[in-house]
């Protein structure tokens, strides 16, 4: 079974802080994916990755930025975390033909006071 | 423009049918998937359609694709507490490996 963790399940922070979260998979997956999920918004693409360090801004990459050194580990940044960035965070991983569905991992819910 | 359509609720009793409505835009889509969150987890793949199918079936679930209405539908029998989630509606463009997500439905199941 393909599978995807995220470094924590929930985290407080403080506005202005500096945040990381962290993705592995185990499946050797080319492309990975951080989303964000609010209430009545769905989720909304931040950033994808189709290889090791290489990324590509999604619908809402403003205030985040992320790395990929390693294939199986994609980190999303907060540069400086504000109230507005408080969410559910779910990264997934696909692999690379297009026949293969995006798994997701159990999701960081972040607060930001 | 890309966007994916579903009703953000739907409250069905315990042992009726639940159907879950989905339009999308992109007719070049060569996948369609639905997915299911339970609280507090991450999205889970339930099941999906190629494009090139009308319906598909798996033991309580059944999936119907009307390409040319561009309308998806989920039906769950025998609907149980345990069904109890939110369902995302979710196509594959076809150009690049995004996936375009629909907001989702909230599935509440009536004793």
């Known amino acids: 079974d393909v599978k995807v963790t995220q470094s924590s399940r929930y985290l407080v922070k403080r506005t202005g802080e500096k945040v990381f979260l962290e993705c592995v998979q185990d499946?050797?997956?080319?492309?990975m994916f951080w989303y964000r999920q609010d209430p009545g918004l769905g989720l909304r693409l931040i950033y994808f990755?189709?290889?090791?360090?290489?990324?590509e801004k999604g619908d809402i990459p403003e205030g985040y930025s992320v790395s990929r050194e390693k294939k199986e580990r994609f980190s999303l940044i907060l540069e400086s975390a504000s109230t507005n960035q408080t969410s559910m965070y779910l990264c997934?991983?696909?692999?690379?033909?297009?026949?293969?569905?995006?798994?997701f991992g159990p999701g960081t819910r972040l607060t930001v006071l | 423009g890309e966007d994916v359509e579903q009703s953000l609720f739907l409250s069905v009793r315990e042992g009726d049918s639940s159907v879950i409505n989905c339009t999308y835009t992109?007719?070049?889509?060569?996948?369609l998937y639905w997915y299911k969150q339970e609280p507090g987890a991450g999205l889970q793949l339930l099941t999906y359609?190629?494009?090139?199918?009308d319906m598909k079936q798996d033991q309580r679930l059944t999936v119907l694709l009307n390409k040319k209405d561009k309308h998806l539908s989920l039906r769950i029998a025998d609907t149980q507490t345990g069904d109890s989630a939110i369902y995302f509606c979710?196509?594959?463009?076809?150009?690049?490996?995004?996936?375009?997500f629909g907001k989702g439905t909230r599935l509440h199941i009536l004793p």
């Open positions: 359609i190629f494009s090139n199918m």
């Open positions: 997934a991983s696909k692999a690379g033909t297009s026949t293969d569905t995006q798994y």
């Open positions: 992109d007719s070049s889509s060569t996948y």
């Open positions: 979710a196509e594959t463009p076809g150009r690049d490996d995004k996936i375009i």
């Open positions: 499946m050797d997956h080319e492309n």
């Open positions: 990755s189709y290889d090791v360090k290489m990324k």
